[in-house]
């Protein structure tokens, strides 16, 4: 168990509808990441935040956004859906301490939410 | 910008042959991390290994090694004896500071160990 906690673990809806994935992460953690993993595209990465704001966005789409609250849970809403955008969706968490050049500080990755639009 | 190349699409293997999955990345930034990640069919992805840029050591752990070459931008992954439970598909990631610590996934290689 990483710690990180994604809900729910599978979401099944309609295209054109909208959905809200959440995400907690091991507690202290202050960055999250989102990554999509699609057939067509692969496993990428959406967007980052860092307590509370927006760090770093990926190939995310315009009809998506996140936002992280003040408890660090995160939240990604999907609008408009298509049928494209039926994919895992993970989170993952970081510490954020003062790492050092020569160290890394470990991303742990939720259990993903699957959503399927149909 | 930073690029993860994984040639191979799917692979399959008889149990206890060996098997090496390829990993070449692209990057411009010296300091750097690369990954390994296992994603069985129940969907999880599992971390196997962090490589650091600076450190060109291989590492064994099991029947797992790593070969990181930084003269050829490789980090391949080999599982010698292969099991039936190794069927899974296989992520190299790339990170760095630069990019926020975000992961850089490759397509992910499939293997299948059959019996």
């Known amino acids: 168990d990483s710690g990180v906690t994604q809900t729910p673990k599978h979401l099944i809806t309609a295209t054109g509808q909208r959905v809200t994935l959440r995400c907690s992460p091991r507690?202290?953690?202050?960055?999250v990441y989102w990554y999509q993993q699609s057939l067509d595209q692969g496993l990428q990465f959406l967007i980052h935040y860092y307590n509370g704001e927006e760090r770093a966005k990926g190939n995310i789409l315009e009809r998506f956004s996140a936002q992280q609250f003040p408890d660090l849970h995160s939240e990604l809403n999907l609008s408009s859906l298509e049928l494209g955008d039926s994919a895992l969706y993970f989170c993952a968490s970081r510490e954020s301490g003062l790492a050092g050049p020569h160290s890394y500080n470990e991303q742990f990755f939720g259990p993903g939410t699957r959503l399927t639009v149909l | 910008a930073q690029k993860v190349t994984q040639a191979q699409t799917e692979i399959s293997v008889v149990e206890k042959e060996d098997v090496t999955l390829d990993c070449v990345y692209e990057t411009r930034d010296t300091t750097y991390y690369l990954f390994w990640y296992k994603q069985p069919p129940s969907g999880e992805l599992v971390f196997l290994i962090r490589?650091?840029?600076?450190?060109?050591q291989n590492e064994i752990s099991g029947r797992y090694s790593w070969n990181f070459q930084k003269s050829t931008s490789s980090f391949n992954f080999t599982i010698t004896a292969s099991q039936v439970v190794d069927s899974a598909v296989y992520f190299c990631a790339l990170t760095s500071s630069n990019s926020g610590y975000a992961l850089n996934f490759g397509k992910g290689t499939s293997l299948l160990v059959t019996p």
């Open positions: 507690s202290g953690d202050l960055s």
């Open positions: 490589r650091n840029s600076f450190d060109e």
